[in-house]
């Protein structure tokens, strides 16, 4: 796991194909400019990702703080990441509040 979001400077727009051990489909390039495109290959990157140089070229910190709410990953590895940096875990307590928010009407 990267020590900190800073560290994480991998590409935020194009296409980027990942390696064969991060991802084994048939589609092997990500459009970064299409969100589900985006958040599908994190998710597949931050589940894969055995090695920390692999994080450090695919991810990019601030991206991921963005996209981190609608991210769906495995409980342990949300937990992992949310403990070693309360930014995220900060980030996915944002948009629970704002959707809640959102759901119950201005009296």
């Given at each position: 796991?990267?020590?900190?979001?800073?560290?994480?400077?991998?590409?935020?727009?194009?296409?980027?194909?990942?390696?064969?051990?991060?991802?084994?489909?048939?589609?092997?390039?990500?459009?970064l400019?299409?969100?589900?495109?985006?958040?599908?290959?994190?998710?597949?990157?931050?589940?894969?990702?055995?090695?920390?140089?692999?994080?450090?070229?695919?991810?990019?910190?601030?991206?991921?703080?963005?996209?981190?709410?609608?991210?769906?990953?495995?409980r342990?590895?949300?937990?992992?990441?949310?403990?070693?940096?309360?930014?995220?875990?900060?980030a996915?307590?944002?948009?629970?509040?704002?959707r809640?928010?959102?759901?119950?009407?201005?009296?």
């Amino acid at each position: 796991m990267a020590g900190t979001l800073g560290e994480l400077r991998g590409p935020t727009t194009g296409l980027v194909a990942l390696p064969l051990r991060l991802w084994w489909g048939p589609q092997r390039a990500f459009d970064l400019s299409e969100p589900t495109m985006l958040t599908w290959m994190y998710e597949n990157v931050l589940r894969e990702a055995i090695r920390v140089d692999e994080l450090r070229t695919y991810l990019d910190g601030a991206t991921l703080a963005r996209v981190w709410p609608d991210l769906n990953l495995p409980r342990a590895v949300r937990a992992a990441w949310e403990t070693r940096h309360p930014r995220l875990r900060l980030a996915a307590a944002r948009r629970a509040a704002d959707r809640l928010a959102e759901a119950v009407p201005a009296s």
